[in-house]
């Protein structure tokens, strides 16, 4: 865990979206980091120093006149005491303090006086935004190395307008600060890595598809294992329920054939990791309108044909990656259809699972389940790795990817 045992120090601006530093700060706090917090004056007009102290199990900082504070902690041991200080919401007068180094209050004096790399949240109006002023002191603050976090697009709170603007969700955020704390080697940087997740719909009609049981899980945590090792990951994900990996460039697709494009185009890699369940089969010409259910006329035949072998295509591709791993889920003879797949589809590595019932991982099954019981197939044989949680099995797959490629 990054976070554990890092010291936050959280500067609150007065922006509404000061609210969700409240997420924030328990986000961090139950990542195992501790969180002592700076609010300016107007962060307090929206958030109370009371909700935000009660959360941060900390006292809160505000004045910089305080003689207790002063004499107790000091601004100076504020600003040094911390791994990494953050700034959220940073409002365009706080973007415009720190980009001409002004000091007249606790949370312009503590980031002048810091010494440890600064990550900012900014949160404003769309035009406050997109104003030359704060598009000048962001250029500044790049150029000082201080970091940012969004803003993204969307809704504004408070007055119904939408646009650039909007703060970083309190989970993004959290994983920009896990990536600047982070100081694990990066084996795979410079190395473009494309991964396939999730399952596929295909179409029966506009309203009904073929699809799978796959979440997505394992080929989520795969990615985002990837990035933490450096990789510039390109995701294509089909249809899931779960958030975005940290870190990595993702492609939401539906179909077989979508997937497959999506794949094409992200095209040259240095390794392709093809986790997503995608059909085999979909249904010959999709209805262009809802099939009826009409009396006495019985079920409709729906005639099936085969989709496009993602995995195989790449593996033959003229511009195949260096490294092809596929994921073979089966229910019998794990082991002989994964050397099989090695061979037929053109990949150097299967992770071959037994999505069986009886497969003994847990009751709820691999397939959307948080367990997985793995073995690595390749030309020098098969391994099996102990059943281990679907993180534990990406990592342990994004380290053997770095070996791999950086043996070639
Ligand atoms: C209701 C309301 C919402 C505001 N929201 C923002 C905001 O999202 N971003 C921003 O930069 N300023 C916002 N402001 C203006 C700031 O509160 C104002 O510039 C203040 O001086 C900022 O002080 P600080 O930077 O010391 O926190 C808002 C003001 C009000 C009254």
Redesign the pocket.
Known sequence: MILSGKRILLII?????AYKCLDLIRRLRERGASVRCVM????Q??VTPLAVGALSADDVFSDLFDRQDEHDVGHIRLSREADLVVVA?A????MA?MANGLAN?L?STTLMATDKKVLIAP???PR?WSHPATRRNRATLEQDGVAFVGPGRGEMA?SGEAGDGRMAEPLEIVAAIEALLDEAPKPLAGRKIVVTSGPTHEPIDPVRYIANRSSGKQGHAIAGALARLGAEVHLVSGPVTIADPAGVNVVHVESARQMKAAVEAALPADAGVFVAAVADWRTEGEAGEKIKKEVGKGPPALQMVENPDILATIGHHANRPKLVVGFAAETQNVLENARAKLKKKGADLIVANDVSHDSGVNASGVMGGDRNLVRIVSADGAEEWPEMSKNEVATRLAALIAEKLGGQ
């Open positions: 601006g007065g922006g509404i979206a300016t004056a107007a962060a007009e929206f919401p409002t365009a007068d706080l303090k209050d949370a949160a404003m109006n406050m408070e």
